[in-house]
């Protein structure tokens, strides 16, 4: 009584093929395995460094960072009320 049989679940999928149809089922299936690929080529971009990324091209560095506090920046420890 705890488990499905296998009856239980062509049961449930012959159901979601119905209300859906196998053409969105299609769409949908290869929408979701687009993003896994997406993903995973995204995190191997991530763990690659710049010399295997793109080959003959030279790592930039980042530009130095100002510490002056732009104008519209609001200092948010400054708001706090007494």
């Known amino acids: 009584m705890g488990s499905f049989s296998i009856w239980h679940w062509l049961i449930v999928l012959l159901i979601i093929i119905l209300v859906f149809g ?3 089922l299609k769409n949908i299936g290869s929408d979701l395995g687009g993003a896994v690929k997406g993903f995973k080529d995204g995190m191997k971009d991530g763990q690659a460094t710049p010399e295997e990324h793109a ?5 930039t560095s980042t530009p130095p960072v100002s510490h002056q506090p732009d104008q519209n920046t609001i200092d948010v420890q400054a708001k706090h009320k007494v």
Request: cysteine-free; charged content about 25%.
């Open 22 to 24: 196998t053409k969105k």
């Open 55 to 59: 080959p003959g091209a030279q790592a």
